[in-house]
């Protein structure tokens, strides 16, 4: 260890930092950065301090993005050389750690993450601050199962890293030679991650990995994410549609109705965000199947099939059921879910524990642009601690969402994600909020909501 990194190392010793963070010891050091764990002595809580070679206006580039996928910055303090920077603290072990404890991960679990990965380098490029270090090493796993791209900045050195910590085996074969950080360079990396990540080993070295053995569904995403030539690869968008493809499962082959008993199902719209095998049966398993009366009730059983407003039977997810609102739409929903009808026709669905919450307005007028629609709606919202994480349009016929970060009235940090679509000339709004600590663990249901919801002729 150098001089300098020695000395760093030794600043754990109780040092205090602007008046307030108390450093307890190194979580990692090496390369241009240091890590420590310390004590935010203002507000008695474990946060991370961190020095690395980013200039001010790079930190506070990246304290305004507020994404779940990477470490939220608390603070930046000036420093000699360069800024420290004060990160939230996540008890995690590293996707590098998961494997080797349990062995190759599933393919649909592994798509999981690489969504969330994904996720966390779209919004670091909005910073223009390059990540340069996507390896097993540096993709957290929460103890409560968020998933967060560590190590911003120049990349470290950990201790539990091993051999491949920081290696060529990640490393874009465009970055030997010398070409900076690239969008198409850190896809490959992703790509390399996902292989270790299903194969349970580190990709071979020198820039071509061994095609993929166990990544079933996969294959098809690492092998476009893996090809030499930049320009070959896949965009984020494409990568992402992709994983979303692969992390939500199919539904039981039970479930699933012959090919020759079902008239074409109809043109919907599709919005999965992720999903994981595991977490939809927990998800799907926790609603009750009783039923009550009144305004507070859980949402009723299918309807017969001689229900005019019931349409040619869709299989889902076991434990879901459909939701066929006298406004006239229907969405799939986990049983137990309970209803009501806000002022104005609003239906408020919400799980057992009361969140997470789906809220569905419509038909209204069609709106002349649905992003305008949605920015205009953004200036009008009052939330407190309010952050935008995205506005944008989505693959289909006149479809956008809002996505977004703000504090609910008890002081809960929360995330909402709100979908506006128009289908036969009207306009319908979709509205999931959830705490952000469960926002991951609720994705899988999220999926098969937004997914399922259709407009029904005739109801």
Known sequence: MADREMADAEMADGRLVAGRYRLLRPLAAG??????????EMLH?????RKCGLTMP?????????DPNLLGVLDVLPGDDEP????EYVPARSLLQVVREAGPLEPARAATIGLAVLHALTAMGSTGVPHVDVEPATVLIGDAGRVVLSDIGPPLTTADSGAVRGSARYRAPERASGEGPTVPADLWSLGATLLHAVEGRPPAAGGTPDPPRQAGRLTAVLESLLRADPSARPSPSEVEEALRRVATPPPPAEERPAAAAVPPAPQRFRWAVLAAVTVIAAAAAAGAAATRTGDDRVAPRPPAPATPSARPHQALPRGFTWWNDPAGFRVAVPRGWRHRHDPGGVLALTGPPGRPTLRVSGPAGRPPDVFTALTAEESRRTLAAYRRVRIEALPGPSAAVWEYTFQDPSGVPMRGQRRLLVTDGHAYALEWRAPRSAWAANLPTVTVVLDSFEPVAGA
């Open 58 to 66: 790079q930190a506070r580039a990246l304290a305004r993005i507020g």
């Open 84 to 87: 420290w920077i004060v990160l």
């Open 31 to 40: 390369g241009a950065s240091q890590v420590w764990l310390a004590t935010d």
């Open 45 to 49: 809580r474990r946060v991370t301090v």
